[in-house]
């Protein structure tokens, strides 16, 4: 593609000739000049996610590989990525991932046009005290292992969809083996209304997935089944619970707030940049 500099050093800049997921167009490589060795490189993933990203489906994700990254591989990236947001005709997003306390990256990113608007959040509450679960009226309460096979295609479906991932049965049975792992499922009368996955990280119970049906969402049945989740935490001798969610997805953190999480901690970042359909 052409030849750079960056710090000194001549490089090559490429796209990659066998990435195990991505087609060479979509990748792009510095290589030193001097020793042939890859100092940095970039991979461009997309998928179209309306679930949780409904004013934006289009999602492109630059994979950026390197302790620094030239402007000449983040240009061609970015300038790829656009092509494709504009190819899509949908709203899209083009983002990256940069740990918190990368002021320099964040930088690099800022001059090419990424906006600081995004991350990972950790939200967190106490659990020291029992907390009222009340349940909607003609609501039952289950709780299980997801041990019925049955269940587990059901749950693996909405996973899937909600965050446009391919995991299959041997990712659930590895979840599933966690410590402390186990389903809380609130079922209406009409079929289910709330669902949530909790396990133990560290002697900290921790929500790995809470999800709410479409006909149940804003009548408060999420803030109940994390109730009820930081309820079964306190009964297994565990004080503190914690959830991790993305900036991008404002109502789930509302949800949290209301069930009295808190932001506790900014765990990466994801500057990002919005593409409107021409």
């Known amino acids: ?119 990972l959040i950790r939200m967190k509450r106490g659990c020291a005290k029992l907390c009222e679960e009340n ?19 059901f749950f693996l479906e909405r996973y899937n969809r909600q965050f446009a991932e391919e995991n299959d049965a041997e990712w659930l049975k590895q979840l599933i083996n966690t410590e402390g792992f186990e389903r809380i499922l609130i079922v209406s009368p009409t079929g289910m209304a709330a669902e949530a996955l909790i396990n133990e990280e560290n002697g900290v119970g921790s929500v790995i997935w809470l999800y709410t049906s479409k006909k149940w969402r804003g009548r408060g049945v999420a803030a109940t089944a994390l109730n009820i989740a930081c309820n079964e935490f306190n009964m297994h001798g565990i004080h503190t619970a914690h959830m991790d969610v993305q900036a991008k997805v404002p109502h789930l953190i509302s949800i949290l707030e209301r069930a009295g999480f808190a932001q506790s901690e900014l765990l990466c970042r994801y500057p990002g940049m919005d593409i409107d359909p021409e």
């Open 1 to 119: 593609m052409g030849v750079t500099q960056f710090g000194g050093t001549q490089m090559l800049l490429r796209h990659a000739k066998d990435h195990e997921f991505v087609s060479a167009e979509n990748t792009f490589e510095a290589i030193d000049d001097k020793n042939g060795k890859v100092v940095c490189s970039c991979a461009i993933y997309t998928a179209e996610n309306s679930e949780l990203f409904p004013l934006r489906p289009f999602r492109i994700y630059l994979e950026l590989n390197g302790s620094q990254i030239p402007d000449a591989l983040l240009g061609a990236a970015v300038a790829r990525a656009k092509e494709i947001a504009r190819d899509a005709n949908l709203p899209a997003r083009i983002f990256t991932m940069i740990e918190p306390d990368d002021r320099e990256a964040l930088q690099s990113l800022t001059d090419f046009g990424f906006k600081d608007n995004d991350g």
């Open 135 to 153: 349940l909607p009226v003609g609501c039952v309460l289950v709780r299980d292992l997801l041990d019925d096979p049955m269940e587990q295609k």
